[in-house]
């Protein structure tokens, strides 16, 4: 008889009463909080390893099938030559990275690679633009990229800097499903990371999206130079957002010669590991993405952001500027695990 996790579990619970009693409480607990303080969060990620998973594996099985990955593709469809002074960004203007400067894409390539990005399991198809704001004439372009895209049956997300509320009805009425605009980090340390625009503006931006009726995608970088307390910080303003992001890509710090980060400090591969179940834990029925800085990290970790509740990833052999994990080896691992992409569960 195959080996089955949910039997066992069955079977403890019903050797062990107390515990059921326990977990309903949690469960109970966890679907009524609707405010978290930074201090609830911080002593989340202070858990025990192992208590802290038993509780994001709760809170991810409440919600999701624990097995089924959601796979989303991001083309980079104007790079570089970005205004803004994000410290951790090659495509800065601000940053002497090697990064060529490529004008917006024609709308049949970007067509083009979703029908591929289709063709290879991935559902949702995200464009992203290096700007700090679009001006009207790209974001109609962009438009008809949506519009393309979506008639192929697929998610469409796109991220293009800061969006007025005018800008953000256009891409609605062509049919965006997501727009993702980062927080990046704590409000206290953000001020060390970008000066070329507030934390405001990027709140400004999701109240934009949100009023115009597209699903927020926003989450954070981690590794940024940030303590325990400021990493907590970061999870509680995406927690107690009203309502919660839709999609929470958490980022591991890519460093990138040239720019002020390069020199960063590796963050603990295990404190990544707590981020992510701290975002499934206090968001938790929002997609977790485990996004940029997956290409180095071994499958014994990618393995425990799963496990932790992540059930997202950013599928294809390039992510912006930088590597991505190649299509075989995600197929390999997810074949290890057991895992299945969500397109294959849904049809």
Request: net charge negative; glycine share 6%.
């Amino acid at each position: 008889m195959p080996f089955r996790v949910e039997d066992t579990l069955s079977n403890i619970l019903r050797a062990y009463p107390f515990m059921q009693n326990q977990t309903a409480k949690l469960a109970e607990s966890q679907a009524t909080q609707t405010h978290w303080t930074v201090e609830q969060i911080e002593t989340l990620l202070k858990l025990p390893f192992s208590d802290l998973i038993y509780r994001a594996q709760q809170v991810h099985r409440e919600h999701f099938d624990a097995n089924a990955l959601q796979l989303s593709t991001l083309l980079s469809i104007k790079t570089g030559g970005c205004s803004e002074d994000c410290g951790y960004c090659s495509q800065s203007s601000v940053n002497a990275t090697d990064v060529r400067n490529q004008k917006l894409m024609e709308v049949e390539a970007v067509v083009a690679a979703a029908r591929a990005a289709r063709a290879g399991g991935a559902t949702r198809f995200c464009m992203s633009a290096a700007w700090r704001e679009p001006c009207d004439r790209d974001l109609e372009i962009v438009a008809k990229m949506v519009s393309e895209v979506r008639a192929l049956g697929m998610e469409t997300c796109a991220t293009l800097g800061m969006l007025s509320g005018e800008h953000a009805a256009q891409l609605r009425e062509a049919g965006l499903d997501y727009y993702n605009h980062n927080l990046d980090t704590a409000p206290e340390l953000y001020g060390e990371i970008i000066t070329t625009r507030t934390y405001q503006d990027r709140l400004d931006t999701l109240e934009h999206v949100r009023s115009a009726g597209i699903s927020v995608c926003s989450g954070g970088i981690v590794g940024l130079g940030e303590n325990l307390t400021q990493r907590a910080a970061l999870i509680a303003q995406l927690a107690n957002l009203d309502p919660y992001p839709d999609s929470v890509p958490i980022n591991n710090l890519v460093k990138i010669e040239g720019t002020a980060l390069a020199d960063a400090a590796d963050l603990d591969p295990l404190d990544f590991v707590r981020t992510i179940a701290a975002a499934r834990i206090t968001m938790p029925k929002a997609y977790v993405r485990l996004s940029a800085g997956r290409q180095g990290m071994s499958d014994a970790v990618q393995a425990l952001c799963f496990l932790a509740g992540a059930n997202s990833i950013f599928y294809g052999d390039q992510l912006l500027t930088t590597g991505n994990p190649e299509i075989e080896r995600d197929r390999a691992l997810m074949g290890k695990l057991g895992m299945y992409p969500l397109a294959d569960k849904c049809c």
